[in-house]
């Protein structure tokens, strides 16, 4: 069983917004049959001020794809279209306190779909996203264009995370080299050297950890400047930010105050990390430090 | 709500240890933890045991001799070492002939071969998960070192000809071996009477342990061990016995033996009733591989326009365990590849449940398990963008139509 989070469970038990809805004027469907999960988001606009005062879905897929459909229609009313848009394939896993890292392409379906709506509403055509790239992997219908968006939004560096946020190399696995290609392009991009799952390492360990990796001491220091250097934004937004610990790749804040609403604190989460990963030169997460002791509270609660 | 008593029907992944088989091997941890090797009335008594357990796997199986039962320590090691004793044994034999809906433990083993050199035929099936044995016959020669084809299939539990198709290889004299996994327990299987060379069990689908398996090897079958050491199992697999088990084996091969009968009727009148029962009231669903000819505890059913993982999830929050064929649940994004290979679409591929019974299995939980699935599908339906006020859109592709698509 996979290991889904109370939230996923909830929202996939008991949907939210499901069915047709009626006076929709904005629909998008992304996914097939074929592939094992499509959706279709229906919102309804407000024409004048452009906010969505409805959404509903109705969803073919696996557990997390009809729970991450429910939480993206919960996320998106009472949005303006400008500003749903800016929700990323994260903050609709984040709103469900993560989805393991098979199941992420479930929470980019959900982007998709909005985007394919908001398009849909503005008559623009979203398969022009598309058309630049090439077709990468044949199983799952998946370009080029589409591949290299993943990894620059998501910071990804392994085949192996590729196939879990876009299903791409999942099927016949004959794509992996061009997905290879890409990700040496993108990360090259953001000044890092693609490694080969499979490659032996070729240079001796000391040499390895030289370039631009920090110490554990200036890792630290760096990581408490980026929160010194945000606080003063918050601050003046009545909230604050403080750090609680460092796991790993994972960064344990507490944020208070007005920016500790969910969505909003999301995308301030977000921003931080962001920063973060540019100031260390690596990829971190920027997690809030209840919601990480509550991710390992339900991971023991029901593994297996 | 109280959680409802959990209803197991997953038995072809794993079963339940019986009591009896369990009350049988804890002496073997505590008083009589000796080596069988060893000289010493702590190693003998346990000798006495071993041999006591492997006669009543000879009997299971109707082997001949005792001495053609080699244990090893699972289903996938058997297999392993079935394949890779008879290309060792014959190196100047570089063909190995399957079939497309083997076990992984056969399937990743021969694409490994094909990178080293070998020629795999993999013998396909048709939509009822049935082989051709024309086909077979065509890619039969001297040049085939061993062919390894399943007795039952994991999902559907459909039957493959195994009898014939090793009387077939015997007489041009090529090797055969079959992964009885799924049948050993479940149906009557006479070794002495057929030309069957290897045969691999294993010993949690009885309700024996896990990591306890068996490789049956006729006596005369040249072989090659896949471990060497100590002399162990007549120094065809090396390593100090599984004592606890083997006895638990030896216990678990008489209870089933005991067992075929009730199985043979009484499992199988349940699931024909579950098959029954959920397809009269659930529409677009159907059964696959062939239901004329497979074991008597499997029932496997597509239910068009959903998603597998999803409807084990909602049969899990009513206790109820089954499997799923569908890409979702293994991780690995594309339907199981038995599924694919009898050409199911996509449509009901990837909506596959596996209901697998055993001889606990009462008539109560069946009937529960009727009742709970038609909501779950219809609640499911209900969801899903292909399935309309009453039945599937008139054009799924159609009706459905992602712009990039
Ligand atoms: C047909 C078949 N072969 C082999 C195996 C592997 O057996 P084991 O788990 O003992 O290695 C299984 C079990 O899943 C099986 O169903």
């Known amino acids: 069983m996979w290991d889904y989070t109370e939230k996923v469970k909830e929202h996939f038990y008991n949907p939210r917004n499901t069915g047709p809805l009626d006076g929709a004027n904005a629909t998008g469907d992304v996914g097939s049959i074929s592939c094992g999960d499509a959706l279709r988001l229906m919102l309804k606009v407000d024409p004048v001020t452009e906010i969505i005062q409805d959404a509903h879905f109705q969803t073919f897929g696996c557990g997390s794809a009809i729970a991450s459909s429910s939480a993206l229609t919960e996320m998106v009313k009472g949005k303006t279209l400008d500003e749903a848009k800016q929700i990323s394939n994260q903050d609709i896993a984040d709103f469900l306190d993560g989805l393991p890292p098979e199941k992420m392409h479930c929470s980019v379906m959900g982007r998709e779909a909005l985007h394919a709506a908001i398009a849909n509403y503005r008559g623009e055509e979203w398969s022009d996203d598309h058309e630049e790239g090439a077709l990468v992997c044949k199983c799952f219908a998946v370009d080029s264009q589409m591949i290299e968006d993943t990894i620059r939004a998501n910071k990804l560096s392994t085949v192996e995370e590729v196939t879990n946020y876009t299903k791409a190399g999942g099927g016949c696995s004959t794509c992996h080299e061009p997905i290879e290609e890409i990700l040496t392009k993108v990360m090259a991009e953001r000044g890092e050297t693609f490694v080969p799952a499979g490659a032996k390492k070729a240079k001796p360990a000391v040499a390895e950890a030289a370039p631009a990796k920090l110490g554990t001491l200036a890792r630290i220091r760096k990581i408490e400047e980026v929160i010194a250097a945000v606080r003063p934004t918050l601050l003046a937004d009545r909230g604050d930010i403080e750090l609680v610990d460092i796991e790993g790749k994972n960064i344990l804040v507490n944020l208070t105050g007005a920016c500790s609403g969910c969505q909003m604190e999301a995308a301030t989460l977000a921003g931080i990390q962001t920063k973060m990963i540019e100031a260390l030169g690596e990829f971190v997460r920027v997690v809030p430090a209840a919601k990480a002791q509550a991710h390992a509270c339900a991971s023991h609660a029901h593994g297996g | ?405």
């Open chain 2, 1 to 405: 709500m109280s959680t409802p008593t959990p209803i197991y029907l997953d038995n072809n992944a794993t079963t339940a240890c019986d009591p009896k088989v369990v009350e049988a091997m804890l002496p073997y941890f505590t008083e009589q933890f000796g080596n069988a090797s060893s000289m010493h009335s702590f190693g003998n008594k346990v000798g006495v045991a071993l041999k006591a357990a492997r006669a009543k796997v000879q009997k299971l199986l109707g082997a001949e001799h005792d001495s053609e039962i080699v244990f090893t320590s699972c289903g996938t090691e058997s297999d392993s070492t079935a394949i890779l004793s008879a290309l060792k044994a014959q190196p100047e034999r570089k063909e190995v002939i399957t079939t497309v809906v083997e076990h992984p433990a056969v399937l990743s083993l021969c694409e490994q071969l094909e990178k080293e050199g070998y020629t795999i035929h993999r013998l396909k099936v048709d939509d009822k998960g049935r082989l051709n044995l024309d086909d077979y016959a065509k890619v039969l020669s001297d040049k085939v070192a061993v062919v390894s084809v399943m007795w039952a299939n994991n999902e559907t539990g459909t039957y493959f000809p195994v009898v014939e198709m090793a009387e077939m290889a015997n007489a041009v004299g090529v090797l055969f071996h079959t992964d009885a996994v799924q049948a050993v327990g479940k149906i009557d299987i006479n070794l002495a009477a057929t030309k069957i060379d290897m045969l691999s069990v294993s010993g949690h689908k009885l309700h024996a342990p896990k990591g306890i398996g068996v490789l049956y090897v006729r006596r005369g079958v040249r072989f090659r061990p896949l471990l060497r050491g100590g002399h162990q199992e007549r120094g065809r697999r090396a390593g100090t016995e599984n004592a606890p088990s083997i006895i638990g084996l030896g216990v678990a091969a008489e209870l089933a033996m005991e067992a075929m009968e009730h199985e043979r009727t009484y499992v199988k009148a349940l699931r024909d009733k579950l098959e029954a029962g959920i397809l009269a009231v659930v529409p677009h669903a159907f059964v696959t591989g062939n239901p004329e000819n497979r074991l008597p505890n499997t029932a496997n059913i597509a239910f068009e326009y959903i998603e597998g993982e999803a409807i084990l999830m909602l049969l899990n929050k009513q206790g109820i365990a089954a499997s799923s064929g569908s890409a979702c649940t293994s991780g690995s994004l594309e339907p199981s590849h038995v599924m694919r290979a009898m050409g199911i679409p996509y449509t009901a591929a990837h909506g596959t449940v596996r209901f697998s019974l055993s001889r606990y299995t009462t008539e109560e939980e069946i009937e529960r398990v009727i009742a709970a699935v038609p909501p779950i599908v219809a609640q499911l339906r209900k969801l899903s963008p292909y399935w309309g006020e009453n039945g599937p859109v008139a054009d799924p592709a159609k009706a459905f139509d992602p712009a990039y698509a």
